[in-house]
């Protein structure tokens, strides 16, 4: 299994741009996690989708951030329009479930100038 | 609200030395306890889990034990080697679709 896959590794953006955050999650984990990790604030969970379908996503900052999952391989997380502070590291992460612990991706470093 | 703290901050040992690291949290309601470590701009890469159940799970070198009802979790890394310089998270899950993450302890080991 190649693990949980993200994209761009690296991604940096003028200010007011959109950016897209992309994630394969481990085939047949019904979970997928979005978190941010920054310097000040550690990691912090954003949303989390169970069966493709959203259920927390009381961590999103603001309305500028936006995640979907269309279906079971695949999920994006959307900021419209980009803001030098929402730079850090986006880590998608995916479960099989209780007890089955959290599989990591390599993060997507976002930098916004 | 769940707290995880990890103790210390930040270690350096010699090569060779066996080591512990702590973790601590607030709510012993978890399902379980993973650590995680991570190296300078990479992912996290899971090392452990321990379910609620469970008193301790080794791998390799490595050693953890969670005692649930006092909060407390460690990490014993035995004859250290330079490779495991690395920041170690440690993480609980209450079950709630979220992991609590420690702040972390930066660990070097000198050659």
């Known amino acids: 299994d190649a693990g949980v896959i993200q994209s761009p590794r690296h991604e940096v953006t003028e200010m007011g741009q959109e950016v897209t955050l992309r994630c394969k999650p481990i085939?047949?984990?019904?979970?997928l996690f979005w978190y941010r990790q920054t310097m000040m604030r550690g990691l912090e969970l954003l949303i989390y989708f169970n069966n493709n379908v959203p259920i927390d996503d009381s961590g999103m900052p603001e309305d500028r951030f936006s995640a979907k999952m269309p279906n079971a391989s695949f999920s994006t997380l959307k900021i419209q329009p980009s803001e030098p502070r929402d730079s850090a590291v986006y880590f998608c992460?995916?479960?099989?479930?209780?007890?089955?612990?959290?599989?990591f991706g390599s993060g997507t470093r976002l930098t916004v100038v | 609200k769940q707290e995880v703290t990890q103790i210390p901050a930040a270690l350096s040992v010699p090569e060779g030395e066996n080591l512990v690291l702590n973790c601590s949290f607030t709510?012993?309601?978890?399902?379980?306890l993973q650590w995680f470590r991570q190296d300078p701009g990479k992912g996290l890469t899971s090392l452990l889990l321990i379910q609620s159940s469970q008193r301790e799970q080794t791998s390799g070198r490595l050693n953890a034990s969670l005692d649930k009802s006092s909060g407390r979790s460690t990490l014993y890394i035995a004859a250290s080697q330079p490779g495991d310089s690395a920041t170690y998270l440690c993480?609980?899950?209450?079950?709630?679709?979220?992991?609590?993450f420690g702040t972390g302890t930066r660990l070097t080991v000198i050659p």
């Open positions: 709510d012993s309601a978890i399902y379980n």
């Open positions: 993480a609980v899950d209450p079950g709630a679709n979220n992991l609590f």
């Open positions: 992460a995916s479960s099989g479930g209780l007890n089955r612990g959290y599989t």
């Open positions: 085939s047949g984990h019904n979970s």
